[in-house]
C-alpha cells in the first residue's frame, strides 16, 4: 500500500515539476496557463488520491474523514478551477495582451 | 414575483446541498445547530446571487435525474482525454515545440449550462483554453496550443465534449 501512495506522489509530483517548467519555458501568458491547468489536473488529481488512499489504508473515522475531505478538495478544484482560468485569460486578452507566436487569432477579427 | 420564485428555488437547491455535504455534525441529531444557521444565511445569500443567472435559459432541464447520472458517467471520457492532452502536453513542455492561436469554432449550443460544462472541460484540459464565448451566436474562441487547422470544426479542438454537453445539458 505504502508503495502505490509513493507512486501517486511522484507522478503528482512529476507533473507539477513539468508545469513549473512551463512557466519558464513558455512564451506568453496564454500558453503560461496551459502549463498551470497541468498542475492543476493530473498533478492534484494524483496528490490528492495518493491522500485518499492513504486515508483509506489508516482505516478508521479519522483515515475516512481524511479521504472524504480530500476527495471533496479535488471535487472542488476541478470545478472552480476552469473557471478562474477562464477568467484570467478572458482579462489578459481584454487588458490588450496578444498572444505571442500565435499562427492564427480569430478573437482579434471577431470582435473588431 | 417570478423573480422571488426563482430565488426561493435556488436557495432551497443550495440549501440541500450544503445539508448533504454537512450531514452528522450533530450531537443529537443529523445537523447541529450552528450548521443550520450558517446553512440558511449562505443558501440565502446564494440564492439572491445566482437565481436571475441559474434558470434563465435551459437551467430547468437539469431537474431531470438522468442528466445527473449523465453528468456522473462523464468523468469517464474527461479523463481519458484529460490523461491524453497532459502527456501531449508534457512532452511540449519538455521539446519546446508550439504552435499557439486563437480559433473560433460555433459548437451550436443553446443552454447556458451546456456552454459552461463545454467551456470548463476545455479549459481543463491542458492544451485549449477557452478565452471567450460570444454571448449571442454561442462562438467559443479558443486558445490553442497547437494549431493544425485555422477554422477547425468543434471535434478537432476538443474531441468528444460539445456531443457530451449536449447530451447532459440540452
Redesign the interface.
Known amino acids: 500500500m505504502n508503495a502505490l501512495i509513493y507512486i501517486l506522489l511522484a507522478v503528482g509530483a512529476l507533473?507539477n515539476g513539468?508545469?513549473a517548467?512551463?512557466l519558464l519555458?513558455?512564451p506568453?501568458v496564454?500558453?503560461r496557463?496551459?502549463?498551470a491547468?497541468?498542475c492543476?489536473?493530473?498533478g492534484s488529481i494524483f496528490s490528492i488520491v495518493g491522500v485518499v488512499v492513504y486515508g483509506f489504508s489508516q482505516g478508521g473515522g479519522e483515515g475516512g474523514t481524511l479521504a472524504v475531505h480530500a476527495l471533496?478538495a479535488l471535487f472542488f478544484l476541478?470545478?472552480t478551477?476552469?473557471?478562474g482560468?477562464?477568467a484570467l485569460?478572458?482579462g489578459a486578452?481584454r487588458g490588450g495582451i496578444k498572444?505571442?507566436?500565435?499562427?492564427?487569432?480569430?478573437?482579434?477579427k471577431?470582435?473588431r | 414575483m417570478r423573480r422571488l420564485a426563482v430565488w426561493a428555488a435556488t436557495a432551497v437547491f443550495a440549501l440541500v446541498v450544503y445539508l448533504l455535504l454537512t450531514m452528522w455534525t450533530g450531537t443529537w441529531g443529523l445537523w447541529s445547530l450552528s450548521e443550520l444557521i450558517a446553512g440558511a444565511v449562505m443558501s440565502c445569500i446564494v440564492g439572491a446571487a445566482c437565481g436571475g443567472l441559474l434558470w434563465e435559459r435551459g437551467g430547468w432541464r437539469m431537474l431531470m435525474p438522468h442528466r445527473w447520472l449523465l453528468l456522473v458517467l462523464y468523468v469517464g471520457p474527461l479523463f481519458v482525454a484529460m490523461a491524453r492532452a497532459n502527456i501531449d502536453v508534457a512532452w511540449r513542455v519538455i521539446t519546446g515545440n508550439i504552435r499557439p492561436g486563437i480559433v473560433r469554432f460555433d459548437p451550436q449550443l443553446k443552454t447556458d449550462l451546456a456552454r459552461t460544462i463545454l467551456a470548463n472541460s476545455i479549459t481543463l484540459t491542458p492544451g485549449t483554453l477557452t478565452v471567450d464565448v460570444s454571448e449571442h451566436s454561442g462562438a467559443f474562441y479558443v486558445h490553442w496550443i497547437n494549431v493544425t487547422d485555422d477554422s477547425p470544426t468543434p471535434e478537432q479542438v476538443c474531441g468528444g465534449f460539445p456531443a457530451w454537453a449536449r447530451r447532459i445539458a440540452e
Do not use: C, M, W
Open positions: 507533473f513539468l508545469g517548467l512551463a519555458r513558455f506568453d496564454y500558453t496557463i496551459h502549463g491547468t497541468k492543476t489536473t493530473f471533496l476541478l470545478l478551477n476552469p473557471t482560468s477562464h485569460a478572458r486578452y498572444p505571442a507566436q500565435a499562427v492564427v487569432d480569430r478573437l482579434e471577431g470582435k
